[in-house]
């Protein structure tokens, strides 16, 4: 099958070589497994055997170019139908974003991404919901939608749970199903193929695409619904969900196909791919009040530490005990409500203002330090973070 593509470069150079003979029926599986063999070797294959000159070039071009399988599932996309795409990645899995440890995958499950009916109010309904009442928010604990990996991204899967948190069925909003036309709607195979929405700047080059206030435009990036078993985001479980797929899809648009590279960036940026809106950081706030006021009006919040030579810091309790809560440093937190609490977060009238923080990385509460909740007055605030990310207005 010829391979048609305006897109030039080692992806178009990689996709003419390839495509052929994956797309091609009557192909021998010996010849198909070696054309997925050529995408392996242009991306994951050891340096080490090579000559010292072949692998100083190779070890160049990958570091320009980590994954260039991805963009030759850009060109398939645009050239096959969704049956021979999934066809193709079947054989070929690298044409997918290069993981973070072992190439173990495993699939997300059509009701962690597929649209609820309009007669529907489950979780993944993507309109806007009305704000809950002060009694209501104090009465019960806010579930966490999406959780941190052993992946370094907790600028991106913050910025998603804060996302999700303000207006629930966000994520699941950006994406939509690849179906064959002749294909029942049913299809298991229809329903393994996907389109998600994120935005990027239009200067894609990686020296000046960090500039704020560059024009921002939409990508649909085409991702299939299998993701990495380990290192990635996940529900309150770490089960795969719709945070996974849009983690892989970040990864594409920001990291060039490597969830190596999605790690340790700025909460902007997270806002920006999910948003489309520049949301610089601030100082934090001085007073409560100034929180309480962005989250009523439905803009998601999160607050960043600094990183520090000594890595986890602990702050004092204002009520004396013993007890001291942990801080991860460089780490993105989330912004969940604000609250008349004391420092265990049980409310109470008497109680000072409150913000219940959370920390993306989630899990059990631990015995001694870590702390996954936190509940903070205004002084610790400032103490704990140095600067906050707001975004824009979602319900």
Known sequence: MPVVSTRAGRGRRLADRVLPVLLAPDEWPADRLAAARILDRAQSTSL????????????????????????????????ASATETIDALRWAP????????????????????RHQTRGSRGAGDSRPTAPAS????GARQPRAAVRQGRLGDCWLVAVMAACELTRPGHLRSLMRTVRHPGSEPSG?????????ALFAPAAAAPLVRRIPFL?????RILISARVPARHRAGDAGLRPSAASLIEKAASVVWARGS????????????????????????????????VAEWLGSGRP?????????????????????????AFMDAHVYVAVRVLRCDEDGR??????????VRNPVGGAEGRAHRLTNLYLSSAQLRRAFISANVGPPMT
Request: aromatic letters at 6%.
């Open 259 to 290: 969830y190596l590279r999605l790690q340790h960036d700025f909460a902007g940026i997270g806002f920006l791919l999910l948003t489309g809106r520049w949301c610089p950081a601030r100082p934090v706030p001085r007073t409560m009040s100034k």
């Open 48 to 79: 080490t055997g090579l000559p010292a000159h072949a692998a100083i070039f190779r070890a160049a071009r990958r570091a320009l170019d980590p994954a260039p399988g991805v963009r030759v599932l850009e060109i398939l996309g645009q050239t």
């Open 94 to 113: 690298g044409l997918e974003p290069l993981p973070r440890g072992p190439r173990r995958f495993v699939s997300v499950h059509p009701r962690a991404f």
């Open 215 to 219: 024009p921002v435009v939409g990508r």
């Open 301 to 325: 919040v999160v607050l960043s530490t600094l990183k520090r030579p000594g890595g986890s810091f602990t702050l004092p309790r204002e009520d004396g005990k013993e007890r001291k809560p």
């Open 188 to 196: 298991r195979e229809a329903e393994s193929l996907l389109t998600v």
């Open 134 to 137: 002060a009694k209501s928010r």
């Open 347 to 356: 409310p109470g009238a008497d109680h000072p203002l409150r913000l219940h």
